[in-house]
Nanobody
Framework: QAQLVESGGGLVQTGDSVTLSCVVS????????MAWFRQAQGKEREFVAA????????SYGANVRGRATISRDNAKHVMTLQMNDLKPEDTAIYYC????????????????WGQGTQVTVSS
């Protein structure tokens, strides 16, 4: 049974950085593209970043491009998201997700999801 567990969220200040981690078990990690999505209160889920199984191909959402770095460690079954220069509009629950499709920004193509970790950015 697939299990994705996020960690690293919390309360931060505008301009701070945060590193989120997603530990994956129960699936063959290298069979899956991985991604981060986020959902702010009252808004739809939004694509943040994705990484192919190899770790070499990456994609970023327009709202975080230039401030975010996604990576994965296939030996440790861990994916991370580092975000810099955080803004209040980055406040959301951040979810990691796994997809057997080519890495993409369509939430419906992701097969497994974590429970999410809250990031709150105060102004």
């Amino acid at each position: 049974q697939a299990q994705l567990v996020e960690s690293g969220g919390g309360l931060v200040q505008t301009g701070d950085s945060v590193t989120l981690s997603c530990v994956v078990s129960g699936i063959t990690f290298t069979d899956y593209a991985m991604a981060w999505f986020r959902q702010a209160q009252g808004k739809e889920r939004e694509f943040v970043a994705a990484v192919a199984w190899s770790g070499t191909s990456k994609s970023y959402g327009a709202n975080v491009r230039g401030r975010a770095t996604i990576s994965r460690d296939n030996a440790k079954h861990v994916m991370t998201l580092q975000m810099n220069d955080l803004k209040p509009e980055d406040t959301a629950i951040y979810y990691c997700a796994a997809s057997k499709h080519f890495f993409n920004d369509y939430a419906h193509q992701y097969d497994f999801w974590g429970q999410g970790t809250q990031v709150t950015v105060s102004s």
